[in-house]
């Protein structure tokens, strides 16, 4: 027999390439992050579609009222809580554990994107309610924090998921000589 190897040879062998190791806790939490910032974004676009103000305080600096009924509460003509639950949906989504196990990097890199994309608005978001509305609510700090805990997540598993843990375990093993 021959030792060349063709080009199929090694795309048959890439994509039988060992699976990156994710903890088996980390798309379940992601999932369960997802679902609760989906139920929390569900229940502000309901009420804000039927003119209910969420169940909350509205006197003093926690006031729900005064948030989802500020300017900030729509971008672009668009419902913030519509968005919200539209990101949730997504999120969902690409947080179903099998998804986890794709060999494919854009998986990883959506995944990615809609954390990043997340948490950036969620910053914005925060500086509005804080610095111009001068009043937070707690439904929306509840997606604030499942949002965060969403990227954080999602920002240390990516080196694994991304096809970047080969370059990552070949620098151990280099520190591992010296």
């Known amino acids: 027999m021959s030792d060349v190897r063709t080009q199929a040879d090694q795309d048959v062998e890439e994509d039988y390439a060992e699976v990156p190791v994710i903890p088996r806790w980390r798309p379940i939490v992601a999932l369960a992050l997802s679902l609760v910032g989906f139920g929390i974004s569900m229940y502000l676009t309901i009420d804000h579609f039927q003119g209910i103000v969420p169940i909350c305080s509205s006197k003093g600096f926690v006031n729900c009222e005064l948030v989802t009924t500020s300017k900030?509460?729509?971008?672009l003509g668009i419902p913030v809580s519509l968005l919200g639950l539209l990101f949730f949906t997504a999120m969902v989504g690409i947080?179903?554990?099998?998804?986890?196990?794709?060999?494919?990097p854009w998986v990883a890199r959506a995944?990615?994107?809609?954390?990043?994309?997340?948490?950036?608005?969620?910053?914005?978001?925060?500086?509005?309610?804080?610095?111009?509305?001068?009043?937070?609510?707690?439904?929306?700090?509840?997606?604030?924090?499942?949002?965060?805990?969403?990227?954080?997540?999602?920002?240390?598993?990516?080196?694994?998921?991304?096809?970047?843990?080969?370059?990552?375990?070949?620098?151990?093993?280099?520190?591992?000589?010296?």
């Open 72 to 75: 900030y509460s729509y971008i």
């Open 95 to 104: 947080n179903w554990p099998p998804l986890w196990r794709a060999r494919s």
């Open 111 to 178: 995944r990615l994107a809609l954390a990043v994309s997340g948490v950036c608005f969620v910053l914005y978001l925060l500086a509005a309610e804080l610095f111009s509305i001068k009043a937070i609510c707690l439904w929306c700090t509840g997606v604030h924090i499942t949002t965060f805990l969403l990227f954080v997540l999602v920002m240390a598993s990516f080196p694994l998921m991304s096809g970047r843990a080969g370059q990552y375990q070949e620098w151990d093993e280099d520190l591992d000589e010296a």
